[in-house]
């Protein structure tokens, strides 16, 4: 079992583009997160899906959106990246509010 | 919504000494607690987890946990710290649909 793996890895985008992050499970869990972390800030929830087709708003939604259209993937797209959304990117997943099993992140910049 | 404050950013032992490092949580319901680790450049993993029974939890490692709901703390503890527990340590909290995150600890073992 791979658990949870998001792709790429790295991406530098210029202010104004726009980009989609790929997070996969194989852990069969209705639960899955998206995550920023910033130094001093810990992990701070953007959105997450308690199941195929739902989305619901984290702490910090604003500038992100997501789609659950398939149990085992949740994308994170960036419509109009902004120099604030320079972090690093946490996916992970659930069976419910227990454990949450993370992907290895990816690394963003916006310049 | 629940919250997790942890103690003190920055924590430097020597080889050997104890390990403390210290949540406090709020939630409006009986809570999930965790504590995840982080190596460098990686994701989050699970070092332990307290859902109900046992207030004492065995964690990966070495390390321990103690729910105390008087005080609302979830401190964890490792006897005899060793080089390889360097590491960032974060304290979460998980009630209903999502878990909230500490800032973080960062944990330097001195030789």
């Known amino acids: 079992n791979a658990g949870v793996t998001q792709t790429p890895k790295f991406r530098v985008l210029k202010t104004g583009q726009s980009m989609t992050l790929l997070c996969a499970q194989d852990?069969?869990?209705?639960?899955m997160y998206w995550y920023r972390q910033d130094p001093g800030m810990g992990l701070r929830l953007i959105h997450y899906s308690v199941g195929e087709g739902t989305t619901a708003k984290g702490e910090v939604p604003d500038g992100y959106n997501v789609s659950r259209l398939k149990k085992q993937n949740f994308l994170l797209g960036l419509e109009s990246a902004a120099p604030s959304q320079t972090s690093v990117y946490f996916c992970?997943?659930?069976?419910?509010?227990?454990?949450?099993?993370f992907g290895p992140g990816t690394r963003l910049t916006v310049l | 919504a629940q919250s997790v404050t942890q103690l003190g950013s920055h924590v430097s032992v020597s080889e050997g000494a104890l390990v403390l490092l210290r949540c406090n949580y709020s939630s409006s319901v009986p809570p999930y607690l965790f504590w995840y680790v982080q190596y460098p450049n990686q994701g989050l993993q699970l070092l332990l987890k307290y859902t109900t029974g046992a207030t004492l939890v065995k964690g990966i490692n070495g390390f321990e946990a103690e729910f105390k709901k008087s005080e609302t703390s979830f401190h964890l503890t490792k006897p005899s710290a060793h080089m390889s527990d360097a590491a960032e340590y974060f304290c979460a909290v998980s009630d209903h649909n999502d878990m909230r995150f500490g800032a973080g600890t960062r944990l330097t073992v001195k030789p």
């Open positions: 852990m069969n869990h209705e639960y």
């Open positions: 992970a997943s659930s069976y419910s509010k227990d454990t949450q099993y």
